[in-house]
């Protein structure tokens, strides 16, 4: 008998369900270890993203569609370039879009630490479920629109320049600067790209 099958033997002999401890560690949830989170369906990098304000990834939507938001414009003032009126006009959208997001993001912690305090509790029915993630969606989205509403707010304060420039600046299009097409006169290309 090969050490194996006596491994295999022993292991169905002491466990009447033929299940070896190797055969539950493989099983073992992808959230294991995340029991311990304060707020169980937020990590501690988002707690800290929504205090701050941050954009939490909720305006891809515009930011991937060529749409720029306030917070990475000003990161890219000087490359843009901008203007010190663009900037300051940024900055005020920038400073009432933070300060929105901190509030809609303090509610969503709330709401998602309401819905963990419940499943604790063991005083939960579906109805009072319902409300609580009604509750934790309604703060999402009012998280979700001040971000992306603040991405409309941007493009009539740039030049269709600017915005280009952007979004190659953010790495969503090729520098055409950079990039001459084969067949192209390269001196004609710079020139008619305004490459410096």
Same mark, same amino acid.
């Given at each position: 008998m090969s050490l194996r099958a006596l491994s295999i033997g022993l292991a169905i002999a002491f466990n009447p369900a033929g299940v070896s401890a190797q055969d539950h560690m493989g099983h073992s949830s992808p959230y294991a270890g995340l029991e311990t989170r304060a707020i169980k369906s937020l990590s501690e990098s988002d707690l800290k993203e929504l205090r701050r304000g941050g954009g939490w990834g909720l305006a891809l939507p515009a930011e991937l569609n060529g749409v720029p938001g306030p917070a990475h414009l000003l990161d890219l003032s000087d490359e843009i370039p901008l203007s010190a009126?663009?900037?300051? +006009?940024?900055?005020?959208?920038?400073?009432?879009?933070?300060?929105?997001?901190?509030?809609?993001? +303090?509610r969503l912690i709330e709401a998602e630490d309401a819905i963990g305090t419940a499943f604790q509790s063991g005083d939960l029915d579906e109805s009072r479920l319902r409300a609580l993630i009604d509750e934790a969606e309604a703060a999402r989205a009012d998280l979700r629109f001040i971000h992306l509403s603040r991405h409309l707010s941007t493009p009539p304060l740039l030049s269709s320049e600017q915005i280009a420039r952007y979004n190659m600046l953010r790495g969503y299009r090729p520098d055409p600067c950079a990039n001459v097409p084969k067949g192209h006169d390269a001196e004609m290309w710079r020139h008619q790209n305004n490459c410096g």
């Amino acid at each position: 008998m090969s050490l194996r099958a006596l491994s295999i033997g022993l292991a169905i002999a002491f466990n009447p369900a033929g299940v070896s401890a190797q055969d539950h560690m493989g099983h073992s949830s992808p959230y294991a270890g995340l029991e311990t989170r304060a707020i169980k369906s937020l990590s501690e990098s988002d707690l800290k993203e929504l205090r701050r304000g941050g954009g939490w990834g909720l305006a891809l939507p515009a930011e991937l569609n060529g749409v720029p938001g306030p917070a990475h414009l000003l990161d890219l003032s000087d490359e843009i370039p901008l203007s010190a009126d663009q900037v300051a +006009a940024i900055q005020r959208i920038f400073d009432a879009m933070r300060s929105e997001a901190i509030a809609a993001g +303090a509610r969503l912690i709330e709401a998602e630490d309401a819905i963990g305090t419940a499943f604790q509790s063991g005083d939960l029915d579906e109805s009072r479920l319902r409300a609580l993630i009604d509750e934790a969606e309604a703060a999402r989205a009012d998280l979700r629109f001040i971000h992306l509403s603040r991405h409309l707010s941007t493009p009539p304060l740039l030049s269709s320049e600017q915005i280009a420039r952007y979004n190659m600046l953010r790495g969503y299009r090729p520098d055409p600067c950079a990039n001459v097409p084969k067949g192209h006169d390269a001196e004609m290309w710079r020139h008619q790209n305004n490459c410096g």
